[in-house]
C-alpha cells in the first residue's frame, strides 16, 4: 500500500479517486483521513452473484 496524493478536503480526495479510477479501472483505491494512527484493510472474499437493486 502506498500514499498517492494528499488533499486538503474531502471533495477533492474524491475527484482525485475518480479521476484515478478512470485511468485505472482494475486497481484496488481506498481513501483514509489523516487523522488516523494506523490504517487497516480488511479483504473480504465475495462469492455469489450480486442481485440488481
Known amino acids: 500500500m502506498a500514499?498517492?496524493?494528499d488533499y486538503d478536503n474531502p471533495q477533492e480526495a474524491w475527484g482525485g479517486y475518480k479521476e484515478l479510477h478512470k485511468h485505472h479501472p482494475t486497481r484496488e483505491?481506498?481513501?483514509?483521513?489523516?487523522?488516523?494512527?494506523?490504517?487497516?484493510?480488511?479483504?473480504?472474499?465475495f462469492s455469489g452473484v450480486r442481485q440488481p437493486f
Not at 488516523?36 to 479483504?43: G, M
Request: aromatic content about 16%; overall charge negative.
Open 3 to 5: 500514499v498517492i496524493q
Open 29 to 45: 483505491l481506498y481513501v483514509f483521513h489523516t487523522c488516523r494512527n494506523d490504517v487497516e484493510v480488511v479483504e473480504e472474499f
